[in-house]
């Protein structure tokens, strides 16, 4: 820490006794702590710098702090000379409204992402830092999660500035001094508009400057030792240049050797005896035209070892703390059936190693006994990539990832020993810890949210053969009209009603009628078509959901669908047989 901060520190401490002279030890060294960051945010108090003064023996190092007392007696001199602002108290108040109007607008638009912490004094805002050309960033602020923002409370007339915490590289330094220019120069701008500016522009903000000219002396030294440097001069061998590019001329062209080049005509033998038939060149342009079309082109090897199909489960907003790699081993899901939208819970989802369809789980649907296929294919997460994995569904699509019911690996960062199996749960939410079995440091990750996203078009069916176009059904019926016969068939004429089964999702009178026409044995039946209305609905016993007409001819009289008791006359308890 500075001297300057430290004194400010210790006149804060100081303060405080004086204020409360009968206080505790501790509630002092509390008070302190609360008032820590107003005291660091502050300007920092004036120092003085005494150097030593050299003895005649050494003439040169006497001359040089000379210089270097003369170069600074002007410019403390200036301090000393500037006067302090004084600022009016309408300006002031102006300043206030301002700032408070801008810190406003700042919690509002930035207030609900993860990882703003605003402090009690409204000086200080942690913010999370996404700059939208991640990639593009020097590699010491790639990983970066947070910067600190510091508003003055004399705000817009102090300028605020910004700290990179915890990274003491120079391009955190540039970034943080390009932010206090731009704040400079753009005065009429808000505070959103600065942090924007900064998540657009982060990558070309955080390149350090070039250095300006040296001074005179010292530009005089480094030549001097310039001139003792001895730089070998390449030679050009067989007519190639040594640098194609002038702009770069510590690039060395090695020319190709000229066993490699099959120039010379067919036949003709090389130096050592061999000929040029036999040889192999290494250029691709050696081949032919008709070579090159029979074989096919080659693809691009995909970046990731996972074929990127089915639906991609990720984790936005992933925090890793001592973390290397995390894997979801296992996972339960809820899924939705694609026929009757019913939900199923599928429990305890473990890696498809192959990928293929044999590593799927079979389900059925409780409600239509449809046949359901859930695969899970697990990716490795780390600090680039909050990707978990790929989910393989037919018939059926995904609702959400059940709590409490995920399993993670997580990879020491330290030693890079893994967690021992089953891993442990993690609670989307909630922070989870576990300790290094290996060197003992503490592991930390949290789930905020949990996303899924279909990558294509045919993502669903995208590890089963791919689904049969469904036939367009022609039933001869118009809504609101009969049904031929009111729907009743050779087999039961008291039932008025279409039934439609389950099992194959065709449309029949009856049972018997199923069982003529198909080969398969039949299923309950969940749908219905009216015989009076002609509009298909859920099941009902006995009336229609639309024009409340009864299915049924006479109701007491038993039915193939079900019915009530067929007995004309019950027995009463209590009564023997016949009424006797």
């Given amino acids: 820490m500075p001297r300057g901060f430290q004194l400010n520190v210790e006149r804060g401490f100081d303060q405080i006794i004086s204020e409360s002279p009968n206080a505790t030890l501790l509630g002092i060294f509390n008070r302190l702590d609360k008032q820590l960051e107003t005291l ?48 009016t108290s309408e300006q002031k108040s102006q300043a206030e409204k301002r700032r408070q109007a801008d810190i406003r607008q700042l919690v509002a638009r930035l207030g609900r992402l993860p990882g703003f912490v605003q402090s009690s004094d409204d000086v200080s805002f942690t913010i999370p830092f996404q700059p939208t050309k991640k990639t593009a960033l020097p590699e010491a602020l790639r990983n970066q999660k947070s910067i600190r923002l510091v508003v003055p409370q004399l705000y817009n007339l102090h300028t605020p500035r910004i700290e ?27 505070l959103l508009a600065h942090i924007n500016f900064l998540t657009q522009h982060a990558h070309t903000m955080s390149t350090p400057k070039e250095a300006g000219p040296l001074p005179e002396g010292q530009s005089k030294s ?20 040594v640098s194609e590019n002038s702009d770069k001329p510590h ?42 079309s029979d074989k096919p082109e080659q693809q691009p090897a995909p970046t990731s070892g996972l074929a990127e199909r089915g639906i991609m489960l990720s984790f936005p907003n992933l925090e890793l703390y001592g973390c290397e790699l995390l894997e979801l081993v296992s996972l339960s899901i809820t899924v939705k059936c694609e026929r009757c939208k019913d939900l199923l819970d599928v429990q305890r989802l473990r890696n498809n190693i192959k990928g293929d369809v044999t590593g799927m789980r079979d389900e059925i649907c409780k409600k239509c006994a449809n ?65 290094c079995r290996e060197c003992h440091r503490k592991m930390s990750f949290r789930i905020p949210e949990t996303k899924f996203l279909h990558v294509s078009a045919a993502a669903v069916r995208a590890s089963r053969a791919p689904a049969r176009r469904k036939i367009k059904e022609n039933l001869g019926i118009v809504a609101g009209q009969e049904l031929p016969r009111r729907g009743r068939c050779t087999h039961y004429a008291k039932s008025y009603r279409w039934f439609r089964f389950s099992c194959c999702s065709k449309v029949y009178a009856c049972d018997r009628c199923h069982d003529e026409k198909e080969s398969h044995p039949n299923e309950h039946a969940n749908r219905m078509i009216c015989g009076y209305c002609s509009r298909e609905q859920n099941y009902a016993p006995e009336t229609c959901h639309f024009c409340r007409a009864s299915m049924v001819a006479r109701r007491g009289h038993g039915f193939w669908e079900g019915g009530k008791d067929p007995r004309k006359y019950k027995r009463r308890p209590g009564t023997k047989v016949g009424g006797s």
């Fill in 40 to 87: 660091l945010s502050g300007e920092k108090a004036d120092t003085v710098k005494i150097i030593r003064n050299a003895p005649s023996s050494e003439p040169q190092e006497q001359t040089r702090l000379g210089t270097k007392t003369s170069e600074l007696q002007p410019v403390a001199n200036a301090r000393r000379s500037e006067p302090t602002p004084s600022f």
């Fill in 164 to 190: 990179v915490n915890g990274n003491n590289d120079p391009a955190a330094r540039a970034l943080e001094q390009a932010f206090q220019e731009r704040v400079k120069s753009e005065t009429g701008l808000n």
């Fill in 251 to 292: 690039i060395q062209v090695i020319p190709r050797p000229p066993e490699w080049n099959n120039d010379g005509p067919k036949g003709t033998d090389g130096p050592d005896g061999w000929s040029s038939d036999d040889s192999y060149s290494y250029d691709s342009g050696d081949e032919t035209e008709g070579e090159s």
């Fill in 371 to 435: 046949n359901l296929a859930v695969g899970f294919r697990a990716d490795l997460i780390h600090q680039n990539s909050v990707r978990a994995g790929y989910l393989d569904l037919d018939g059926c699509t995904v609702v959400d990832m059940l709590p409490r019911q995920a399993n993670f690996i997580p990879t020491c960062s330290e030693c890079s020993t893994s967690y021992p199996a089953p891993g442990v749960v993690g609670v989307r939410g909630d922070s989870i810890l576990s300790i």
């Fill in 222 to 241: 480094v030549e001097a030792v310039r001139a003792e440097l001895v730089v070998p001069v390449p030679t050009q061998v067989s007519g190639v240049p």
